[in-house]
């Protein structure tokens, strides 16, 4: 994902703009290895951040790269129960990014409602993910279609690990090993459904779920970031 900082930096962009404090509350939402903590740590050193996730190959990641400076906590955001753990109830943002496709419509349009009762007034989400521009359909897919290549290219020239060539040198770790294989129960295609609506549907979906601003932040190619705002 070559343009993966520029959609980090947009996101940490609208988080300053939002916040008066140097230690703001931040929720990384399904944050994997935490990528997204460490820059909004680099960003706010003083921030309280959670992140949580579902995958325990994941998570042992970002325990073992954020340690204490960070609260890290396991969760199923397909269930409605999941805040329960929580250390707060009035985040001043919440950040995520290439994982709510993972979701099925009725369940993100729910999780959206449940975001915003997260936030303080004023607070700040943002979701960057796969999320094409309705007007412009041919050219998403020919973007989508060409990016594809290139990523191919990549991974058969050994520029880079593939997706599944990650997973599969992960799971002979003799730490990682054991995790990867409960990963693979909780997951068991290994995969997201893939589930990509336009940036419209997402807008319509904050809106009916009572945030007061919705709108698209950033955009590269088939892929944006929209933000709201309770
Ligand atoms: C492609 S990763 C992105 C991770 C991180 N946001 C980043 O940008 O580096 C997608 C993440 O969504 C998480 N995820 C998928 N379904 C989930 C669920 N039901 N509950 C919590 N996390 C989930 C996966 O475990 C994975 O960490």
Not at 67 to 79: C, F
Not at 153 to 162: E, I, Y
Request: glycine fraction near 8%; aromatic fraction near 6%.
């Amino acid at each position: 994902m070559p343009d993966r900082e520029e959609r980090l930096a947009a996101m940490l962009d609208a988080v300053e703009a939002v916040v008066d404090t140097d230690s703001p509350r931040l929720l990384d939402l399904a944050g994997g290895t935490g990528t997204i903590t460490l820059r909004a740590l680099a960003r706010f050193p003083r921030a309280r951040v959670t992140l949580v996730d579902l995958d325990p190959a994941l998570l042992a990641l970002a325990r073992a790269s954020l340690g204490d400076r960070a609260v890290v906590l396991t969760a199923d955001l397909a269930r409605p129960d999941w805040p329960g753990r929580l250390p707060h109830r009035d985040y001043d943002a919440v950040l995520t990014a290439t994982a709510l496709h993972w979701l099925p419509a009725e369940r993100l349009t729910e999780l959206y409602g449940e975001l915003r009762d997260l936030l303080r007034p004023g607070g700040l989400f943002v979701n960057a993910d796969r999320m094409p521009d309705d007007a412009l359909p041919t050219l998403t897919d020919r973007l989508t279609a060409r990016a594809r290549e290139r990523r191919a290219a990549r991974h058969a020239a050994g520029a880079a690990l593939s997706w599944s060539d990650w997973w599969a040198r992960a799971g002979t770790d003799p730490v990682l090993g054991p995790l990867v294989r409960r990963r693979h129960e909780i997951y068991p295609t290994g995969h997201s459904p893939e589930w990509n609506p336009p940036v419209s549907w997402h807008l319509g979906a904050l809106t009916a779920a009572g945030f007061t601003e919705a709108g698209t932040l950033w955009r590269g190619g088939a892929d944006a970031a929209v933000a709201a705002l309770r």
